[in-house]
């Protein structure tokens, strides 16, 4: 499997940048995608982006484009996530995913989280 370690989390103002990063070990030969989701406080979680690992295309939550973007370091087995102008209401915990395939079959991993706030 692969394991995901992410950081670059912490409090920002509103209008503020954060970067967070995502580092996988382990079985990264075969990774498909990587991708960021966040949980707030009393919600599901939801989908922020994607990164498809060997072409690069990119897709994104509605609501977040723009302003968020995701990129990786094919090198470093490594997925950002440029957030700009944040809002309070990016307050929350934004978890690392990766989704291999091997042989059809897809296998997914998830990061422990990093907690971002955005204070108004």
């Known amino acids: 499997q692969v394991q995901l370690v992410e950081s670059g989390g912490g409090l920002v103002q509103a209008g503020g940048s954060l970067r967070l990063s995502c580092a996988a070990s382990?079985?990264?030969?075969?990774?498909?995608?990587m991708g960021w989701f966040r949980q707030a406080p009393g919600k599901e979680r939801e989908f922020v982006a994607v990164i498809n690992w060997s072409g690069g295309s990119t897709s994104y939550a509605d609501s977040l484009k723009g302003r968020f973007t995701i990129s990786r370091d094919s090198a470093k087995n490594t997925v950002y996530l440029q957030m700009n102008s944040l809002k309070p209401e990016d307050t929350a915990v934004y978890y690392c995913?990766?989704?291999?395939?091997?042989?059809?079959?897809?296998?997914?991993?998830w990061g422990q989280g990093t907690q971002v706030t955005v204070s108004s």
């Open positions: 382990g079985r990264t030969l075969s990774l498909y995608s």
């Open positions: 995913n990766s989704n291999r395939r091997v042989f059809g079959n897809s296998y997914v991993n």
